[in-house]
């Protein structure tokens, strides 16, 4: 079944670290913007087309009024034939939520929230530019709590600037005590062109063997937490995986509203190009085509060996890929720790993530050549 992704390019302040299509805004911009959303979901409906998944991510579509949240949701409802026990998740900045705003997102639907904690230590938030401090990470998990939403995920950063072993641990500590029912924990990468790509954050920030070390602590302390490591970045109590984010990884189609959404509709990749000012003035969001026949053996592969589950040996041979040869190639991955291989399935492991580009791009290769 279908998903369908909200992007919600605002935020109170840009992060040092970030690189993602946002910008600050006006409460009157915000409103402008989510009447382009709505204009835009009712052209794209009306096709008897069934989601059981709804993402707002951004940006910050916390700063969404409730008012402006639940027009949001009417118009997709109205559109599309969204099943009733769909998972609709809003990502939230902690310092734009209160409780009156939560109850209003429970009420227009929501039933999953994904807060960007991003630390227990106010000194490292303070380090990143967010604006809120643990604290109010925790207030605004309990507010939401309160609210009637009880899946709640946390988000979590690795590798940030003066970022050390014990300090990630006590962060760990700090952010399950929130009681989250899911977490996703992500290495800090420092982009081009974003106000941390300087020398001075540059050596402020862990080294890579050090962000490797935090990576790997992370897992076995979430693991003995309860939570199950299900992709490379992602963690969850039994049951509670993001419906949504499996999709990208599992090839289910999704449509993307907003500037630089993408979607994955009908066996073709498309995107909205990252234009705020173009997606609220034009009748219609433009469209470009990313890729207008991707290739589903690569595709498999790439995207499948991200779970932890990984692929099955049986469909690779089904989309023409061939199981001997990759056998053959994963060997010395498996032989050096990085890959595990068990009846008909082939994953990586927790060593395996670490270097998973390298080892994806290696197996995707030689099924190519063949
Ligand atoms: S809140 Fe998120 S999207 Fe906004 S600037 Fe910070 S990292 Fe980027």
């Known amino acids: 079944m279908l998903g369908i992704y909200i992007h919600v390019p605002f935020c109170v302040k840009r992060c040092g670290y970030c690189a993602f299509c946002s910008s600050v805004a006006s409460a009157s911009e915000i409103s402008r913007y989510s009447a382009a959303l709505i204009r835009n979901i009712r052209a794209a409906g009306g096709r008897g087309l069934c989601a059981d998944t709804v993402y707002f991510g951004g940006g910050t579509p916390s700063l969404l009024s409730g008012r402006d949240f639940s027009a ?19 990502e939230a900045n902690p310092e734009t939520v209160d409780f009156s705003k939560l109850a209003e997102y429970k009420s227009a639907g929501a039933n999953r929230i994904s807060f960007g ?12 530019g ?16 309160s609210a009637g939403i009880t899946n709640i995920s ?35 990468k420092i982009e081009e062109g974003t106000a941390f790509d300087c020398p001075e954050v540059r050596a402020l920030a862990p080294d ?13 302390a979430l693991s003995e937490r309860g939570f199950k490591q299900y992709e490379i970045s992602n963690f969850s109590r039994p049951g509670f995986e993001s419906r949504h984010n499996l999709k990208y990884w599992t090839g289910e189609p999704y449509l993307g509203f907003g500037p630089s959404a993408h979607s994955f509709f009908g066996g073709k ?4 190009p990252p234009d705020i000012k ?29 779970l932890s589950g990984g692929i099955s040996l049986e469909k690779l041979s089904s989309l023409g890929g061939s199981k001997e040869r990759f056998l053959k190639d994963a060997e010395p991955f498996v032989s050096a720790g990085m890959m595990k291989l068990s009846g008909d399935s082939a994953a990586l492991t927790t060593k395996g993530f670490l270097v998973s580009n390298g080892v994806i791009f290696a197996l995707i290769d030689s099924q190519s050549e063949i």
């Open 72 to 90: 949001i949701l009417s118009a997709l409802r109205e559109s599309f034939d969204i099943s009733p026990g769909a998972e609709i998740t809003v």
């Open 117 to 128: 904690v991003q630390s227990g230590i106010d000194k490292e938030l303070s380090a990143l």
């Open 130 to 145: 967010r604006v809120h401090d643990f604290k109010k990470a925790a207030e605004a998990v309990s507010a939401a709590r």
């Open 154 to 188: 946390c988000d979590l950063m690795l590798g940030i600037p003066r970022q050390t072993l014990p300090s990630l641990a006590e962060s760990i500590d700090s952010v399950c005590s929130l009681g989250m029912t899911h977490l996703s924990a992500y290495m800090l």
């Open 208 to 220: 890579d063997d050090t962000v490797a070390d935090m990576y790997l602590y992370a897992v076995k």
């Open 269 to 272: 990749r498309f995107f909205v």
């Open 278 to 306: 173009a997606f609220i003035e034009s009748p219609l969001q433009e469209t470009a085509l990313e890729d207008a026949s991707p290739d589903p053996l690569e595709e498999y592969i790439l995207l499948g060996l991200r």
